[in-house]
């Protein structure tokens, strides 16, 4: 790897405004604490367009405010073709996005797209963050315990791994 080349990782979701916010929104975070937020760009996007533009949901925006995570700078978008040639890895919410994103993938990026949860120390590499939208806060706080959680090992990961950075 070329040691002046970003690391970059896309999370995404349906809508793009409460799992794949929260998971930019962490793991910008951690990067920066760790010193490597000039080696790794972290951005979000969603599956569907349904958002575009608009901010995080307001509660997941306030859940992760109280953890002292900042989102709400951050819009909505919707995966674009150029995504899967742009970033390294791109880390779908669940597995219906994940399916979406390899249909949509030219074939040689394909190897890019993952479950986020696989960095999880504490799950099974299968488990998907379940999207809150519809319920309660306590679906925010779980999405943001999942995030936080597979954020660390994602950064042990590429701490592992893309020792050029770190």
Known sequence: MNENKKIKVLFVCMGNICRSPTADAVFRHLVKEAGVDHMIDVDSAGTHAYHIGDPPDHRAQNTA????????????????????????????????????????????????????????TQADADVEVPDPYFGGNQGFELVLDMVEEASQGLLAHLRTNKKEIF
Do not use: W
């Open 65 to 120: 405010l109280q953890r002292g995570y900042k989102m709400h700078d951050l819009r909505a978008r919707a995966v674009q073709p150029n995504d899967f040639e742009e970033f390294d890895y791109i880390l779908a919410m669940d597995k219906e996005n994940l399916s979406l994103l390899q249909q949509r993938s030219p074939q040689q990026h394909t190897n890019k797209i993952q479950l986020f949860m696989q960095y999880s």
